[in-house]
């Protein structure tokens, strides 16, 4: 039997949750069956944020950086699963989540010789995990929390932000999770059709 090969979007960073926070929850896949962690090292770290768009900075993350980011990662994602579930997050999560949010930002330069702008920090990776953090505090704390979902796929279970009219979205996305639900239905629609002709 030939293994199924998994879908590209599932072996690599998803930058399609709806928000930089949720993205960077997404850096663990599977949650709902073999978590799978894209940031376990620390380049792997520099590479999200990269890709994530904060290129004007160099950030060059410590392995220490590293255990800090998977910290707030998972105090995010521990937060608004609890709320999507209707549970009580943890006040340790909030605190950690809020303390990262109170970092100093990068902040805009001009270059004396080319009058380009230049990001500039102290902390670089501080200020990253600074916009990771405040971007949590904004869609948890404003009126989008009523759009956070959890995908229905049981495998899955990615976090997104419903940015659909109705706010009735069901799968992380339909490309993936959605069109797995719908080939799942339909075999055992067949099979049930089948088994009655017997
Ligand atoms: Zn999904």
Same mark, same amino acid.
């Given at each position: 039997?030939?293994?199924?090969?998994?879908?590209?979007?599932?072996?690599?960073?998803?930058?399609?949750?709806?928000?930089?926070?949720?993205?960077?929850?997404?850096? !663990?896949?599977?949650r709902g069956?073999?978590?799978?962690?894209?940031?376990?090292?620390?380049?792997?770290?520099? $590479?999200?944020?990269?890709?994530?768009?904060?290129?004007?900075?160099?950030?060059?993350?410590?392995?220490?950086?590293?255990?800090?980011?998977?910290?707030?990662?998972?105090?995010?994602?521990?937060? !608004?699963? =609890?709320?999507?579930?209707?549970?009580t997050p943890?006040?340790?999560? !909030?605190?950690?989540?809020?303390?990262?949010?109170?970092?100093?930002?990068?902040?805009?330069?001009?270059?004396?010789?080319?009058?380009?702008?230049?990001?500039?920090?102290?902390?670089?990776?501080? =200020?990253?995990?600074?916009?990771?953090? &405040? $971007?949590? !505090?904004?869609?948890?704390?404003?009126?989008?929390?009523?759009?956070?979902?959890?995908?229905?796929?049981?495998?899955?279970?990615?976090?997104?932000?419903?940015?659909?009219?109705?706010?009735?979205?069901?799968?992380? =996305?339909?490309?993936?999770?959605?069109? &797995?639900?719908?080939?799942?239905?339909? &075999?055992? &629609?067949?099979?049930?059709?089948?088994?009655?002709?017997?």
């Open positions: 039997m030939t293994p199924r090969r998994p879908h590209p979007k599932y072996s690599q960073f998803r930058f399609d949750a709806g928000s930089i926070a949720l993205n960077f929850v997404t850096t !663990v896949k599977h069956a073999q978590p799978r962690d894209l940031l376990s090292t620390p380049a792997a770290l520099d $590479d999200w944020f990269r890709r994530a768009g904060f290129s004007n900075l160099d950030v060059e993350s410590s392995f220490r950086d590293a255990e800090e980011a998977l910290l707030l990662r998972e105090a995010v994602y521990r937060t !608004v699963r =609890a709320l999507i579930i209707h549970e943890q006040a340790g999560d !909030v605190n950690r989540i809020n303390a990262t949010a109170a970092y100093s930002l990068a902040v805009p330069q001009l270059d004396a010789a080319s009058y380009g702008v230049q990001w500039e920090s102290a902390h670089p990776i501080k =200020a990253c995990l600074a916009e990771v953090a &405040r $971007d949590a !505090v904004i869609i948890i704390g404003s009126s989008e929390r009523h759009r956070l979902k959890l995908c229905a796929n049981p495998g899955c279970q990615m976090l997104f932000l419903d940015n659909s009219p109705a706010n009735r979205r069901r799968w992380c =996305a339909m490309s993936i999770c959605g069109n &797995r639900a719908k080939v799942t239905l339909h &075999r055992q &629609r067949k099979m049930g059709v089948s088994n009655e002709c017997l």
